[in-house]
DNA sequence: GCCAACGTTGGC
DNA sequence: GCCAACGTTGGC
């Protein structure tokens, strides 16, 4: 069992949980954290075994997809240092890089998404971070109970 | 160190 | 595409 649970935001039309699901060894690293809050979180929380809810966010039905695992803590992001991508950033020092990334991998995919509208109206949720007002933070603890409660609520 | 301007996020 | 909320930047 792992012993922390996170909430990651991706958008499907970038990422999707299924394309997790079809990566090699369904393993990705989690590109482009450029939010100090978010970095923070993947270097001091986020450890190997931990459990993460797969949010899709900002398209038709927002919500958890599946589920996954942590397979690898935090390591400095390779893009930082990459002028042609677009996680690019000029200030990054290779000796003492800014920005980090862990990998990720699909565990499973939930029998139906536990949309936003479904997790505003579930009770257990209501202290939910994602709920909160104007949190844009793609990286998010969540509590046992509440891990608990998605699965409840996805059929896993 | 303040704060206005600007950019980004993300639900709707 | 709109807009509220928030983070970042840069002039002073």
């Known amino acids: 069992m792992p012993q922390r649970f996170w909430l990651f ?4 039309s970038v990422f999707s ?3 997790l699901l079809a990566a090699p060894k369904k393993t990705t690293p989690w590109e482009g954290v450029r939010n100090y809050q978010a970095r923070n979180t993947l270097r ?9 809810l797969f ?26 240092f990459d002028p042609k991508s677009d996680y ?6 290779p000796a003492d890089p800014r920005w980090l990334l862990v990998d990720v991998k699909a565990d ?26 104007g949190n844009r933070l793609s990286i998010q603890p969540v509590t046992p109970a ?7 609520l996805g059929g896993a």
Not at 146 to 152: G, P, S, Y
């Open 108 to 133: 499973r995919k939930l029998r139906e998404v536990v949309t936003l509208e479904r997790i505003k109206a579930t009770p257990a949720l209501a202290k939910m971070d994602l709920l909160r007002r």
């Open 88 to 93: 690019y950033d000029p200030k990054a020092d």
């Open 146 to 152: 509440e891990w608990k409660a998605i699965l409840t």
């Open 9 to 12: 935001k991706s958008e499907p």
């Open 55 to 80: 949010y899709h966010s900002s398209c038709a039905v927002p919500g958890v997809a599946g589920l996954c695992t942590i397979a690898r803590e935090a390591y400095p992001d390779p893009h930082q």
């Open 44 to 52: 001091d929380g986020v450890k190997k075994g931990d459990g993460v």
């Open 17 to 19: 949980f299924d394309d």
